[in-house]
């Protein structure tokens, strides 16, 4: 959910009062999409072990609602957020259901700022966080690199960037993949991808018991940037240590166990979701 996904899409409603039409589609994201208790663990556990010192203060880009931004303050009396997009209608959404739920006092320490990511409105972050493939939605190599240039200037002198990749067979398919969740149905749909220039058109859509549907809720045009391509322009952006974190196997289930650790070999897997961490600075030995 960031500020660059397309409008969205028609809302199939001949019943004005269908479970479609009185959806709300940023809650039905962060319910079916994001996990933002599990992506602060592993942030925390990560900076724990590279750095001596605590974090402090977060930027979140692409922030969309700020959810993640709201669970980092939750974490700390110590811990400040700034949440970066360009979109006020989502701006205004997270302020109205994600910011005005935490206490008064964690109020204070979260600003969500209405701008473009790469424009340096928020103080040098201990994190930035880009999170939810948000980066994908910059196309070309000049584009990443200068993103990525961007966030190295906007850390303190040994700060962390946190980014997701997804990718594996499947993710060059069209195709699409449904997940019950509590009282709707999430749908994922791969609707296209260009072999050539690797850009893809996804789209969310969302089915409900009462057979009212909301299609294309979100949609992306992105580029699937590749891992080898990401740590290339992260490296040429000045970062000078570039990790990809792989998820483990349960060795009872074969499927993964949500834990996630360095890695320089991954799975030919059908589908995965990684971790890559870029450091500014120096590296825990």
Known sequence: MTSQAQGCGPVNQSDPDSMAGRADRYALYQESVQDVESEIDFVLATWSELRSRPAALLREDFCGAANTA?????RSHSHQAYGVDHDPDVLAWGALHNVSR????QQTRVELVRADVNSNHV????IVLAMNFSYYLLNSRHELRRYFENVRSGLKADGILFLDAFGGYEAHQELEESRPCQGFTYIWEQASFNPIDAMMQCHI???FPDESRWSRAF????RLWSLPETQELLREAGFEHVDVYWEGTD???GEGDGI???ATTGDADPGWVCYVVAQNGVKAG
Not at 219 to 222: A, G, I, L, V
């Open 260 to 262: 996630y650790r360095p």
């Open 102 to 105: 935490l206490t008064s006092e």
């Open 251 to 253: 060795p009872e289930s």
């Open 219 to 222: 949609s992306y045009h992105w």
């Open 70 to 74: 709201c669970e980092w303050v939750k």
């Open 123 to 126: 103080p040098a972050a201990d």
């Open 205 to 207: 859509h969302f089915e």
